[in-house]
């Protein structure tokens, strides 16, 4: 391979790494995946501290108007029902199932079987 090839090819493979753009990220995750992982290390952190980990993770999202994935607002609704505040847990799992209808029937079955408790 001559000199000139090589500088064709290395100024071609520079060209397209510089076109490149990393992909776009559909949702906001933040913490959630961490306050998962706490959530199955019992007694890591607190369910209220789990709970305003999530909150703040919300807040973010909306203030950069970024989409929270699947599965939050249903994190956040049994965080709530595991501490007692059933209305909240209901608000949440309600919410999720407005933003992710795809998980409405399992929101239906928290909301009608336990009446959003899960202990």
Known sequence: MTKLTKSIILGVVITLAGCATAPKKIYHWDNYQTTVYH??????????????????????????????PPGVHAHLG??????????????????????????????????????GETK
């Open 78 to 115: 049994l965080l709530y029902a595991n501490t007692g505040r059933t209305d909240l847990a209901f608000q949440e799992f309600n919410h999720e199932k407005a933003l992710f209808p795809e998980s409405a029937p399992f929101m239906d079955l928290l909301l009608s079987k336990n009446k």
């Open 39 to 68: 959530y199955y290390q019992s007694g890591k952190t607190s369910p209220d501290e789990q709970i305003a980990a999530l909150n703040a993770s919300l807040e973010k999202s909306r203030a950069s108007a970024k989409k929270v």
